[in-house]
């Protein structure tokens, strides 16, 4: 493990970028006056609402809302002595109505997010009628929105595990999380990871009525990020990433928004990357009107730019979302660039070199001795196998706490690189909660197990010293952010992951072991989402499954 400190010299943003740049709609601001966006509470952001965003909230740390409860009968049986298994098991599952060529149905980016709406605003919106009211003795009805490479936003219903409204079909790629506001406004926003897509209707579609087996057609259009009105599904705004001053031509969003509404103006601004190398502050001017029923929105951009001092050949900018602590945003980009930026004055507050590309949305964490940052790098330019570097830094000053490095190397491939799938850290890590409070967990994939034989491996990490506290590795490649779920009467911890296998698999938090897997017939690269009990995640043939964590006597 490598120790490193001298954030002053490392950190100052003008060892790293060469200039920046502020524009609102389209036009460089020469002085720019400022704005207010400050993420709060981070905790409270939609902390009644559910799984808003990927990785639940600003800071990133994991996707899992509410605790796992076990049943009385159980619970009974562990306290007479009688030991607990953990359970995966499959409910319903779903398929996307059509297929796109080269789809990866539900790929990496995605993960479901499942809202808890108030009944208020289920009853103005456009679900089916029989998830409007709540049956007496049941709990309000929790809604899952997960996007699809074949174009189309799915929604369910967690309970019953059936569509809940139509879909919604944006006709381009969507390997990316939806957000919705975490203030309640029914809105759904989401960018697109392609400007055309070749769709193939299948004799099962229901678009086909004619009688005919098979029809392709290709669909392009402008990408960007969509505001949809989840009142009647209609497109309420769109920003284009089709921007003069960006520094990357590639215009894919693959982002997910947070959202910022100022407690006093009410002025809501939406928080974003795309990698044509752009962060954008984008004010909605939300007008929501609960009682006529009625939502709009009137997008004004504003974005910030940079260029870099980091001779790396790369053509695209940013592939991570924010994280957010108070008036501090923080993404990586491909050139191995990880910065700080201060919201309100679009300036950087550090910047620091990570020497290779960072693909992962980085996650933060807030305690008594400060912030800090966990973050880790892939290979891409290195183009040779390496060593994968696991990182801890001060989100305040940019200073690296540790740089830990695996022993196994990561293999470098360069077809499966250039497809957007890395040896190294591409997935999201957790940030330890309950029995692994001293634990952050990376998931590293394709690292070197013995000759010709690739696998992704877990590391639990100690927090204060980044020492490997314990590694399990996989029978697979894995890029799939892993989550952790939370017993609610002593808070022991459960990792839940998919591997390229097509495994879920449920881990014991504290020592990694596998507890049980599950088998869903084709690779997970997408991320799951829970919601107390209940488990959604997608895999790549397009396939969208139900599955709860449930327990029974050990044998």
């Known amino acids: 493990m490598a120790m490193k400190a001298s954030a002053a010299e490392e950190t100052t943003p003008d060892k790293t970028i060469k200039s920046t740049s502020v524009a609102m709609g389209g036009e460089v601001q020469e002085g720019f006056a400022g704005q207010h966006v400050s993420m709060g509470d981070p905790d409270a952001y939609g902390s009644s609402y559910g799984i808003l965003t990927f990785r639940g909230g600003p800071l990133r740390q994991n996707a899992a809302y509410g605790k796992v409860t076990i049943s009385d009968e159980m619970l009974a049986a562990e306290q007479s002595g009688t030991a607990l298994q953990p359970k995966l098991k499959l409910g319903r599952s779903a398929r996307t109505l059509r297929l796109a060529d080269g789809s990866t149905g539900f790929g990496v980016g995605s993960q479901p997010i499942i809202v808890k709406w108030p009944k208020v605003i289920r009853e ?7 998830f409007v009211n709540t049956a007496e003795g049941k709990s309000p009805m929790k809604e899952v929105i997960v996007p699809a490479s074949d174009g189309q936003i799915y929604f369910y219903d967690l309970e019953s595990q059936t569509p ?32 055309s897509m070749t769709v193939i209707f299948s004799e099962n579609s229901s678009e086909l009525r004619d009688g005919s087996k098979s029809t392709k057609q290709t669909v392009k259009g402008i990408t960007g990020m969509r505001v949809y009105s989840l009142l009647d599904h209609s497109l309420a705004g769109f920003e284009t990433t089709l921007n003069l001053s960006a520094p990357y031509a590639n ?13 006093v103006t009410h002025q809501d601004t939406l928080l974003y990357t795309t990698a044509s190398g752009m962060f954008y502050t984008l004010p909605l001017n939300t007008q929501f009107d609960l009682q006529g029923k009625s939502v709009s929105v009137s997008p004004a951009d504003t974005t910030y730019s940079y260029k870099t001092k980091l001779k790396k050949d790369t053509k695209e900018g940013i592939r991570t979302s924010i994280a957010a602590y108070g008036d501090y945003a923080y993404f990586g980009d491909m050139s191995g660039l990880l910065q700080c930026v201060d919201m309100n004055t679009l300036q950087p507050v550090w910047a620091r070199s990570l020497g290779e590309s960072i693909v992962s949305t980085p996650a933060l964490e807030v305690d008594d001795a400060g912030v800090w940052l966990y973050t880790g790098t892939v290979l891409n330019f290195t183009k040779k196998s390496a060593a994968i570097h696991m990182m801890k830094l001060n989100a305040l000053t940019g200073e690296v706490v540790w740089d830990v490095t695996t022993e196994l190397k ?3 491939e360069s077809k499966t690189a250039k497809a957007g799938l890395y040896a190294g850290v591409q997935a999201s890590p957790i940030i330890g909660e309950g029995d692994i409070d001293d634990m952050v967990i990376f998931n590293v994939n394709r690292l070197q197990i013995e000759k010709k034989v690739n696998s992704a491996v877990l590391y639990g990490l100690d927090k204060t010293t980044g020492s490997v506290l314990w590694q399990q590795i996989l029978d697979a490649e894995s890029v799939s952010s ?23 698999r449920v881990m014991d938090g504290y020592n990694g072991t596998t507890l049980h897997t599950l088998n869903l017939g084709g690779p997970i690269q997408s991320s799951p989402a829970a919601y107390e009990n209940h488990i959604v995640v997608g895999n790549t043939t397009g396939q969208i499954f139900f599955v709860d964590l449930d327990f029974e006597a050990a044998r």
Request: overall charge negative; glycine content about 8%.
């Open 124 to 130: 103005m919106m456009d679900i089916y009628p029989s």
């Open 164 to 195: 809940s409204r139509d879909t919604i079909n944006i006709g381009m790629s969507l390997d990316v999380a939806a957000s919705v506001s975490p203030y309640g406004y029914p809105l759904l926003y989401v960018g697109q990871t392609s400007e």
């Open 251 to 263: 215009t894919e969003v693959y982002s997910s928004p947070l959202v910022y509404v100022d407690p």
């Open 410 to 412: 990561g293999q470098y």
């Open 482 to 504: 892993p989550i952790a779920m939370y017993r609610k009467d002593n808070g022991q911890s459960y990792i839940v992951l998919g591997d390229d296998n097509g495994t879920l």
